[in-house]
């Protein structure tokens, strides 16, 4: 049966509720947040690596390549579909015949004609192998030995929506009678646009043997479900529910008063957890914070214990950012402390370290100091400001020793810092004072390396988050610029280098600098905080 609306492939990876509002003649009048600037610079850069993918292929192939303009989607379908009657080897930017009776629509990158139907390609701006082997692969210029060859340095990286997305590619050609009717191959070209990474649609390389197109048919069929019922104004099949793609959603200030008029538990707990709450019937977050945890009939929860859970709702009753969950707060420090931040521009490098030294005299000045290249990125500079923080650092570690005292090196959630440490030994390894794989690693896992964030989520419980721009306010600390956020430093520092192609901008290469110092000097005054009797003017969750 025809269905009522028709959706692209985003859907399958998109929130329920957003669905609904999408497609609900009602919300159409609503008021929605600005998009998102961060989103929309990723978007620019996702677009502009598919032009140069483009064009290289372009070419290569000649008189092959097709590509459909831009245009009115009406006008794009009708030139897809005399490229594919003509059977066109390769067609660029193809919106695909829409399939009334499926309710899909969508677009694909490039698909590549074979002797009984046509393969998809998506080209994305992240990573889609990593070191090691079983991917099966084929260099960008051979993207027609579809399946590719078992390559011995690479693993599928899992990009669940790539593989969904290339599904419902799948989908919308065998519905035009246009697939590769011998199997389900699939192919995408990553950040670093060499090699076609291959999956196979139809493999069970998903949790619990499942296959990409089995996932997609049974996320699909509840989207329509939740846009159809939206549409024509039968029962909504989704309720507001805080998650994180709320941040960056559209919508949030829709949901987010739902939420807020209703008191919905989802405010203080969030995804799979609320969901376990509401099914034991502790639907806000006066009942969460009324809660006898002893006799509570939740099902085990996976984002945090429920006792954490019921304080962090009392907590919020109460309009307290931060609370103790612990009534002694511990941090290790050490004779000789650095506070380290790292600078990155998405998945393109590393472009700065900051570190602020401070704790007993070891001969080396105490204070700021940024390491850092302003070559757009990716670059071999930044193997230079690397090795510089790398050597200050250890010359720093080395005179500490030396002096029989103690070391410690903070930062403020590891799990990027230690992205790059690695990452940037791997990259630029035999380059001057790049320290090995196994001398970062020997650090990281040291006790000198310290996360500030476990130790914030280890002693308290934080009602709008845990982020450092949330946390470090209770300890006293004010970031000079207003707009100091991890999201604005991705456009600072598009002008800081020219990016656009304008001139670098000197004044946003100052206003970086300034953000690193004040990242580290926030994670010295957070620990000096809650080092010092200060802390225990923080209320005890077990008074509230």
């Known amino acids: 049966m025809t269905t009522t609306v028709l959706l692209d492939a985003g859907v399958v990876s998109r929130c329920r509720r957003r669905v609904h509002l999408e497609h609900d003649p009602a ?16 978007k620019a850069d996702a677009a502009a690596h598919r032009r140069e993918i483009a064009d290289q292929l372009a070419v290569k192939f000649g008189d092959d390549w097709v590509e459909i303009p831009a245009g009115r989607s009406t006008e794009r379908e009708a030139a897809t579909a005399v490229a ?32 009984s139907g046509y393969v998809p390609v998506l080209v994305v701006r992240h990573k889609v192998s990593d070191p090691g082997t079983g991917a099966r692969t084929s260099p960008v210029g051979e993207i027609t030995n579809i399946g590719g060859e078992p390559d011995q340095t690479r693993k599928v990286r899992p990009q669940p929506r790539d593989q969904l997305r290339l599904a419902h590619t799948l989908r919308l050609l065998r519905a035009a009678g246009y697939a590769e009717d011998r199997h389900a191959l699939a192919g995408v070209i990553g950040l670093d646009g060499d090699v076609v990474v291959w999956h196979d649609l ?19 069929a509840d989207r329509i ?23 960056s959603c559209p919508w949030w200030p829709v949901c987010s008063q739902n939420l807020l008029d209703t008191r919905d538990v989802s405010l203080v707990v969030r995804g799979e957890d609320a969901g376990f709450l509401r099914a034991a019937g502790v639907t806000t977050v006066d009942a969460l914070a009324a809660l006898d945890v002893e006799d509570a009939g939740v099902a085990p929860m996976v984002g945090m214990p429920l006792p954490d859970a019921v304080g962090l709702a009392r907590a919020w009753l109460a309009d307290l950012t931060v609370v103790r969950r612990n009534e002694s707060v511990h941090v290790p420090r050490a004779d000789v402390e650095v506070d380290v931040d790292m600078e990155s521009f998405g998945d393109a490098g590393a472009y700065l370290w900051g570190a602020l030294l401070a704790g007993a005299d070891i001969g080396i000045e105490h204070g700021y100091r940024a390491f850092v290249t302003w070559d757009p990125l990716p670059t071999d500079d930044e193997a230079r400001s690397f090795a510089e923080f790398w050597q200050w650092f250890a010359s720093v570690r080395e005179a500490t020793v030396a002096r029989g005292l103690t070391f410690r090196a903070y930062c403020y959630n590891e799990l ?27 650090f990281i896992e040291s006790d000198e390396w310290v996360d500030l964030f476990g130790s914030v989520r280890e002693h308290f419980l934080c009602s709008h988050g845990k982020g450092l721009k949330t946390i470090a306010p209770a300890a006293g600390f004010a970031w000079r610029d207003a707009e100091a956020s991890g999201e604005n430093s991705m456009r600072w520092y598009r002008a800081a280098v020219g990016m656009d192609g304008d001139e670098p901008d000197t004044v946003q290469r100052t206003r970086l600098l300034e953000y690193n110092e004040d990242d580290v000097r926030a994670t010295a005054v ?13 209320p005890f969750v077990g008074d509230l």
């Open 526 to 538: 957070l620990r000096g905080w809650m080092s010092s009797p200060e802390v225990n003017k923080i």
């Open 202 to 220: 139809a493999a069970p390389t998903w949790p619990g043997g499942r296959t990409a197109l089995a996932e997609y048919e049974v996320r699909f």
């Open 416 to 442: 990027a810092e230690n992205r790059w440490l690695l990452a940037s030994a791997k990259r630029f390894a035999g380059k001057p004072g790049i320290p090995t794989r196994r001398e970062v690693l020997t």
């Open 27 to 42: 919300a159409r009048d609503l008021p929605r947040g600005a998009p998102d600037p961060t989103a929309e610079l990723r």
């Open 225 to 247: 479900a939740v846009a159809t019922a939206a549409a024509t104004g039968g029962e909504p099949l989704a309720q507001p529910s805080r998650i994180v793609e709320c941040r």
């Open 84 to 115: 594919l009657e003509a059977g066109a080897r390769f067609i660029w930017s193809a919106q695909l015949p829409r399939d009334p009776e499926g309710g899909r629509r969508g677009v694909i990158d490039l698909l590549v004609r074979t002797e």
